[in-house]
Nanobody
Framework: QVRLVESGGGLVQPGGSLRLSCAAS????????LRWYRQAPGKERELVAG????????TYADSVKGRFTISRDNAKNQVYLQMNSLKPEDTAVYYC??????????WGQGTQVTVSS
């Protein structure tokens, strides 16, 4: 059974940090590209960051460059999103996504991140 389970969301003040984790099971994790998306209320889901299968090249949305870092641990079947200098506009539900080279996709259920004073 394929599973992607996000954790680490919560309420944080502007300027603070959070680290999201996504635990994967049921598919060949190291063969998949991994992405974090987010969806704010009333907005479309947007790509935040991505990391390829090894060698693990990364890409970021312009809005998070320099503040967010995506990483993966293939031994633990986990992908992470370190979020620093958080802003109120980063408030959203954050989703983990895994995509195979053949286009098969899996999604997590999402974790809420709220940035507010």
């Amino acid at each position: 059974q394929v599973r992607l389970v996000e954790s680490g969301g919560g309420l944080v003040q502007p300027g603070g940090s959070l680290r999201l984790s996504c635990a994967a099971s049921g598919f060949p994790f190291s063969s998949y590209g991994l992405r974090w998306y987010r969806q704010a209320p009333g907005k479309e889901r947007e790509l935040v960051a991505g990391i390829t299968r090894p060698p693990g090249g990364t890409t970021y949305a312009d809005s998070v460059k320099g503040r967010f870092t995506i990483s993966r641990d293939n031994a633990k079947n986990q992908v992470y999103l370190q979020m620093n200098s958080l802003k109120p506009e980063d408030t959203a539900v954050y989703y983990c996504n895994a995509r195979s080279p053949f286009g098969h996709e899996h999604w997590g259920q999402g974790t809420q991140v709220t940035v507010s004073s």
